[in-house]
């Protein structure tokens, strides 16, 4: 099974920021890696997919980048509803489709 | 507007069972392979099982493998998940999602969830 590491735990950060958002591999999954929004109570929503492309209607402060074992997401500068709980996702090696365990990002 | 409605969540006793269904609708249902992910209270995100567009092909993950049970009818736009055995663990939140046509397991739209709670 491949494991994901998601790092940090928690970002606190304030609006306007930058934030940085690690996601790595316990193997290779070419750029077969995913990230995905879920804010309290809500369904997750995708955000980038194959690593750097953006979903249909994610604005474009979002960015993705990496391949292989390691990843990041960048959000260039944060917007208030941007704080949520941010998950990535591989689908190279499957089953199982594996998940990491997400990086809260909280208003500083 | 693709839409996914799930159902069927609820209280349900350990070792007792649940059928959890997933209505489709805004796409051509048969054309896209789905998926269930659950997710417990206050944890991540745990891919649970995936279907084929045509229901030929299925896939579980350990946890669930023997006790649950993934299948389709196209003719109803509707997605099931039949579950035995509960545990516990099974407790949870189970989402279904839509993959991307041309990318299996890639998740592009998501359901409100159902809860599922497995206690005595």
């Known amino acids: 099974e491949t494991v994901l590491t998601q790092s940090p735990a928690t970002l606190s950060l304030s609006p306007g920021e930058r934030a940085t958002l690690s996601c790595r591999a316990s193997?290779?999954?070419?750029?077969?890696l995913a990230w995905y929004q879920q804010k309290p109570g809500q369904a997750p929503r995708l955000l980038i997919s194959?690593?750097?492309n953006r979903a249909t209607g994610i604005p474009a402060r979002f960015s993705g980048s990496g391949s292989g074992t390691d990843f990041t997401l960048t959000i260039s500068s944060l917007e208030p509803e941007d704080f949520a709980v941010y998950y990535c996702?591989?689908?190279?090696?499957?089953?199982?489709?594996?998940f990491g365990q997400g990086t809260r990002l909280e208003i500083k | 507007e693709v839409q996914l409605l799930e159902s069927g969540g609820g209280l349900v006793k350990p070792g007792g069972s649940l059928r959890l269904s997933c209505a489709a609708s805004?796409?051509?249902?048969?054309?896209?392979?789905m998926t269930w992910v659950r997710q417990a209270p206050g944890k991540g995100l745990e891919w649970v099982s995936s279907?084929?567009?045509?229901?030929?092909?299925?896939y579980y993950a350990d946890s669930v493998k023997g006790r649950f049970t993934i299948s389709r009818d196209n003719s109803k736009n509707t997605m099931y998940l039949q579950m035995n055995s509960l545990r516990a663990e099974d407790t949870a939140i189970y989402y279904c999602?839509?993959?991307?046509?041309?990318?299996?397991?890639?998740?592009?739209?998501w359901g409100q969830g159902t809860t599922v709670t497995v206690s005595s």
């Open positions: 999602a839509k993959e991307e046509q041309w990318r299996q397991r890639l998740m592009d739209v």
């Open positions: 194959d690593a750097s």
């Open positions: 279907i084929s567009g045509s229901a030929d092909s299925t």
């Open positions: 996702q591989q689908r190279n090696n499957w089953p199982p489709v594996t």
């Open positions: 193997q290779s999954v070419g750029s077969y």
């Open positions: 805004g796409f051509t249902f048969s054309s896209y392979a």
